[in-house]
């Protein structure tokens, strides 16, 4: 068993698909997945999502376990046998592993014999582009599942391998993304007095956004805006610019400190463009919201971890990146819990990382307890 979810990993490996473009990843997935069919397979869900359903007897408990499907625009560096096919397309973010873990627990499932209830395996797209949840939940095929419980797992490299990560209330930050166009007037390089040139503009707004910085994660108040693309004019020595961009990524440590951000911001931009005469267009995009883990789910975790003798680390505060999970919190309960990858293994997103095979039954393990404490619980038996 453990040969062909290793090996399915490595397949899905070769052949990343970025977000939204996710068709043969989900055919792969749902050729898998016929080796233990499900009472139930959707697709098409938010996109080229998928879900297998697995129900047992009478109605009961309704348990979601998801993971990503899709892959990022990075170009691997990795020279091993199983490495990416697709130039600059790879997955650097441990989605082939998640999907080779929640895929796997098809052949546990199968062998269960629960009085009831309805174990739903959820293959996600667009996790990356933090859009592929909310698809998901508003699909009137989605609506239908109902679930009361919704898990998930990420690999933590710079953790010691196989301990679970658990974090009380947030797992993940609140993330946003920010576009600024500045509209001047170009002119001659000689005369920029005659133009109106966005330069000064640019400078005080990266240096005022940089003031908001609170760059300890520890504190309620963390707040990190990073610098993504900034732009200005073109390359023609003869002309003053007379536009701007500057693209940047806010995190917080929730949804209410991301308001209270993007309100500072919208009085910054328009103070300083009004100062510097310029106009301005601003976007917002790519929105993660904080992923909220209900007490009773970790609790689950939390004992999942101990029936098998897992070291547990419980982490004070929430992790900087985003993971749109958060859109499950906020309407079922959830949690997201992580499993170190190796304290040497690459960051995420690096163009050396690779999923290590070497946890795979350990997010198995953990997903199979956290099902069976729901499950065989004696309130839920008649």
């Not at 789910?297 to 505060?317: D, F, M, S, T, W």
Request: aromatic share 10%; with cysteine.
């Amino acid at each position: 068993m453990l040969e062909k979810i290793t090996a399915l990993r490595k397949v899905l490996h070769q052949h990343p698909e970025l977000s939204g473009e996710e068709i043969e990843t989900a055919h792969r997935i749902k050729n898998f997945l016929s080796h233990n069919p499900p009472s139930e397979l959707i697709e098409g869900i938010g996109g080229h999502g998928l879900a297998a359903i697995y129900s047992f007897g009478e109605e009961g408990p309704v348990i979601l376990i998801r993971c990503e499907l899709d892959a990022l625009p990075i170009q691997e560096s990795n020279l091993f046998e199983y490495r990416s096919g697709i130039n600059g397309v790879s997955h650097k973010c441990g989605h082939d592993g998640h999907m080779a873990i929640v895929a796997g627990l098809s052949y546990w499932i199968k062998e269960q014999t629960y009085k009831k209830g309805k174990i739903i395996l959820l293959f996600q797209p667009a996790e990356e582009t933090g859009k592929g949840a909310k698809a998901v939940i508003e699909d009137d095929k989605f609506k239908e599942f109902k679930p009361d419980y919704v898990f998930a797992l990420h690999n933590i490299p710079g953790e010691s391998l196989n301990t679970i990560i658990r974090v009380q209330n947030n797992f993940s930050s609140s993330v946003q993304s920010l576009g600024i166009l500045l509209k001047g007037k170009e002119s001659h390089a000689s005369e920029p007095e005659n133009g109106v040139n966005p330069a000064l503009a640019i400078a005080e707004l990266v240096n005022q956004f940089n003031l908001l910085n609170i760059l300890e994660p520890e504190k309620s108040n963390f707040t990190l805006l990073t610098p993504v693309h900034i732009k200005m004019g073109q390359i023609a020595y003869g002309v003053s610019a007379g536009s701007g961009e500057l693209h940047y990524t806010l995190r917080t440590r929730d949804e209410a400190h991301m308001e209270r951000l993007k309100s500072a911001i919208k009085e910054l931009l328009t103070k300083i463009c009004s100062q510097y005469n310029l106009g301005l267009e601003t976007g917002w995009f790519d929105y993660f919201p904080t992923s909220t883990n209900d007490p009773f789910c970790n609790e689950l975790i939390g004992k999942a971890a101990e029936i098998n003798n897992l070291r547990i680390h419980e982490k004070p505060y929430p992790y900087k990146f985003g993971e749109d999970f958060g859109w499950f919190s906020k309407y079922y309960k959830s949690a997201m819990f992580g499993i170190g990858s190796g304290e040497n293994s690459p960051a995420l997103h690096n163009p050396d990382y690779d999923f290590p095979e070497e946890i795979i039954p350990t997010g198995m393990a953990m997903f199979t307890s956290v099902i069976d404490q729901i499950l065989k619980s004696k309130h839920l038996i008649t």
